[in-house]
C-alpha cells in the first residue's frame, strides 16, 4: 500500500507542478506530449519500453492520462472500443519491435472497420535504423497496408505538424488508423527554444480531399429511383453512425415508408425494435432481411461496402434492384457490386440533401405488409425442451437484453456469440455496439470494453465473449481491478471454438480438428484472482436470478455462463451460396 502511495504522490506533484509553473518543453518528447495536448488528448493507451522512455518521462512531467494495459494489443483494441463509443480518435503508444509488432493485429482491425486511430511507436535511433539493432522492426514498411497513412519523424521541428497531420487525417473521410513511428534519438532531440516547433495553422495535403457534400444531379437521380420504387430497402452499415447520421436514417425511413435492414457494423443506425427495422442482413442475417435484399426492386446502400459476409454470392446478391450507393469511400462504390447511381459523400449530407427535397415518395404498403407477414412466418427460432435446464445461448443473450432493456454498450468477441449478440440484443441506442467486422478478431471483445467504459464512464459496458476468445486478453482484468471499471463480462462458455466447430459439424462431417476445449480455468477462481465478483450459471432456472444481480450492480463483474455445446447459429448462408438459399430457416 506504501509504495501505491508514493506512487500517488510523486504523480500528484508531478500535476501540481504543471500546474503551479509554466511548462517548458525541451526535447522532442517534450514537443510531442504538448502536440497531444493541443489536440485535446484526454486518455492514451499503452505499453512502455526501452524506446519510447523519453515519451513516458515527459508524460510524467506534463501530464495525460495514461492506461497501462498488460499486453498491446489489448492497448489497441481498448483504444478501438474507446474510439467507437466516444466519436473521439483513440491514441496509442508502445516501444520499438515487439512492442510495436504487437499493435498490428490491431491496426489491421481498425483500417478494415474504419476506426480513427493514432498510434505512436517507439523506433531505434536514426543512426542504427536498418543495421537489426536491438528491438528493431520496420513498422513502417509492416503497416503501409494497413493504415491510411504513416510516418518516421526525423527532425523535432516537424512533430506538432506531423501529429496535426495524423490526426486530421484518422478522423476525416472514411476514418482510419495513422502510425507515427518516433526513433529514440528524435524524442531527445533539443531545438531552438527562441523559436519552437509549432503546428501550421491549417492543414493542407494535396491529394487528401474527401468529399462530404454530394453531387446535386446524382442526388436528383436517387429521388426519382425512389419515387419509382415498389420494393425500396435500405442497407445501413457503419458509415451512417461515423457521420452521426441515425436522426436522418430514421426520419428518412419514417417518411418514406422503406424497410431498414443493417450490416454486422451498421447495428445501432436505427432502433432495433423499430417496426421498420428487418434486422440484420449476410451471413447470420434473418430471413426477412436477406429476402427483402433479394426481392428488393431500390437498394439504398449507405455507408456499407458490401463485404462477401453480407452480399454471398455476387452473381445473386440483389438481382432486381437499382442499386444506389452512398459511401464517403469513392473506392468502395463499385468495387464489388456494380453500382446504378453512385453518390459519393458524408452519410449525413446526403441524407440532409434528399430530406429537402419534397418528393412523391413510393407506395410501400403492399410490401411492407409482405416482409411483415414473412417476419412472422419466418422468424429467429431455437428448440427448447420445456423440461431441460440446459441453456441455451439465445435464452441467455434475451435475458441479458430483458434486464438491461436495451440499453448497454455491449462489445462482443468474434464467433457464434458475436452473431447471437447482433441477432438477440436489439440495440436501443448508437455507438453502443463495438465488434471487430471485417478483420473477425479473437480477443477484441473484453478490451474494447474496456476503452467504451473509460469514454462512458456513466453507462453500462457489457462485454459478451467466448470462452476461448477472452482468454486471449484476459490478462486485462488488471485493469478492471485497478480502476474499479464496471464492466461486465458475461462468457458463454461452450467449451469449444464455437464457429469453427459449427463449420466442421455443416461443411467437415463433424470432424472436430482441435475446435473442442475440454479444459478451461475455472472462470470464477480467475475474476476472485483479480479481487473481481464472479459468477457461475449452470442451469436456466438461476440465470435470470444471477443475470439480474450481477448486471445491474455497479462493480465489475464477470459470469461464466455454461451454454449447450453443440448449438448453431441459424439462419446461415453457407459460402459461395446466395442470400435466397439460406440453411437454417423455420417456418413458424
Known amino acids: ?112 472497420d474504419s476506426i480513427p486511430l493514432v498510434v505512436f511507436t517507439g523506433q531505434v535511433a536514426t543512426s542504427v535504423i536498418g543495421t537489426d539493432a536491438f528491438q528493431e522492426a520496420d513498422i513502417m514498411g509492416i ?28 478522423s476525416t473521410g472514411r476514418k482510419g488508423p495513422v502510425v507515427v513511428d518516433f526513433p529514440k534519438d528524435v524524442s531527445q532531440m533539443l531545438f531552438d527554444v527562441e523559436n519552437p516547433p509549432e503546428a501550421p495553422d491549417e492543414i493542407y495535403l494535396p491529394g487528401y480531399q474527401p468529399t462530404y457534400k454530394p453531387n446535386y444531379l446524382q442526388i436528383q437521380k436517387a429521388i426519382q429511383a425512389i419515387s419509382l420504387a415498389k420494393n425500396p430497402v435500405i442497407l445501413a452499415g457503419a458509415g451512417v453512425l461515423f457521420a452521426d447520421a441515425r436522426e436522418e436514417l430514421t426520419a428518412f425511413a419514417e417518411k418514406y415508408r422503406i424497410p431498414v435492414t443493417n450490416t454486422l ?30 426481392k428488393a426492386d431500390l437498394l439504398l446502400n449507405i455507408g456499407a461496402r458490401f463485404d462477401d459476409r453480407l452480399t454471398g454470392n455476387l452473381a445473386t446478391f440483389a438481382p432486381n434492384a437499382t442499386i444506389v450507393h452512398i459511401d464517403i469511400d469513392p473506392a468502395e462504390i463499385g468495387k464489388n457490386v456494380p453500382t446504378d447511381i453512385p453518390i459519393v459523400a458524408d452519410a449525413k449530407e446526403a441524407l440532409k440533401a434528399i430530406l429537402k427535397k419534397d418528393f412523391e415518395g413510393p407506395d410501400t404498403t403492399e410490401w411492407l405488409a409482405y416482409l411483415r407477414n414473412h417476419a412472422n412466418e419466418y422468424p429467429l427460432w431455437y428448440c427448447k425442451n420445456a423440461d431441460d435446464q440446459e441453456i441455451l445461448p439465445q435464452e441467455a443473450l434475451r435475458l441479458v437484453h430483458k434486464i438491461t432493456e436495451g440499453d448497454a454498450i455491449v462489445t462482443t468477441d468474434v464467433g457464434q456469440h458475436q452473431m447471437w449478440t447482433a441477432q438477440y440484443y436489439h440495440l436501443n441506442n448508437d455507438h453502443a455496439w463495438v465488434t471487430s467486422g471485417g478483420l473477425g478478431t479473437m480477443g477484441f471483445g473484453f478490451p474494447a470494453a474496456i476503452g467504451a467504459q473509460f469514454a462512458k464512464p456513466d453507462k453500462k459496458v457489457i462485454s459478451i465473449v467466448g470462452d476461448a476468445g477472452f482468454q486471449m486478453t484476459a490478462q486485462e482484468l488488471s485493469i478492471l481491478q485497478e480502476f474499479n471499471l464496471p464492466v461486465k463480462i458475461v462468457i458463454l462458455n461452450n467449451s469449444c471454438l464455437g464457429m469453427v466447430r459449427q463449420w466442421q459439424e455443416t461443411f467437415y462431417e463433424e470432424r472436430y480438428s ?59 448462408v453457407a459460402p459461395g451460396k446466395g442470400l435466397h438459399e439460406m440453411i437454417g430457416v423455420k417456418k413458424n
Open 1 to 112: 500500500m506504501s509504495a501505491n502511495v508514493s506512487i500517488n504522490e510523486k504523480e500528484q506533484l508531478a500535476t501540481t507542478t504543471t500546474v503551479e509553473q509554466t511548462y517548458q518543453a525541451k526535447d522532442g518528447a517534450d514537443v510531442l506530449v504538448q502536440a497531444l495536448h493541443d489536440q485535446g488528448v484526454e486518455i492514451i493507451f499503452g505499453y512502455p519500453g526501452g524506446a519510447v522512455l523519453p515519451i513516458y518521462d515527459a508524460m510524467y512531467k506534463n501530464p495525460i492520462r495514461h492506461i497501462l494495459t498488460r499486453h498491446e494489443q489489448g492497448a489497441i483494441h481498448a483504444a478501438e472500443g474507446y474510439a467507437r463509443v466516444s466519436g473521439n480518435t483513440g491514441v496509442v503508444i508502445a516501444t520499438s519491435g515487439p512492442g510495436a509488432t504487437n499493435l498490428v493485429t490491431g491496426i489491421a482491425d481498425a483500417m478494415i
Open 143 to 170: 503497416t503501409t497496408p494497413i493504415t491510411k497513412h504513416n510516418y518516421q519523424v526525423q527532425d523535432v521541428n516537424d512533430i506538432p505538424r506531423i501529429v496535426k497531420e495524423a490526426f486530421h487525417i484518422a
Open 265 to 294: 457494423l451498421g447495428l445501432g443506425s436505427i432502433h432495433g425494435e423499430h417496426e421498420l427495422f428487418l434486422g440484420m442482413a449476410g451471413m447470420h442475417g434473418t430471413a426477412t432481411a436477406n429476402t427483402a435484399i433479394t
Open 514 to 572: 482441435s475446435s473442442l476445449m475440454p479444459i478451461q480455468p475455472d472462470f470464477v477462481k480467475l475474476a476472485d484472482a483479480y479481487s473481481i465478483k464472479g459468477y457461475r450459471i449452470n442451469t436456466i432456472d438461476e440465470a435470470e436470478t444471477i443475470f439480474r444481480e450481477a448486471l445491474l450492480s455497479d462493480e465489475p463483474v464477470l459470469i461464466d455462463c455454461r451454454v449447450k455445446q453443440l448449438e448453431c447459429v441459424y439462419p446461415m
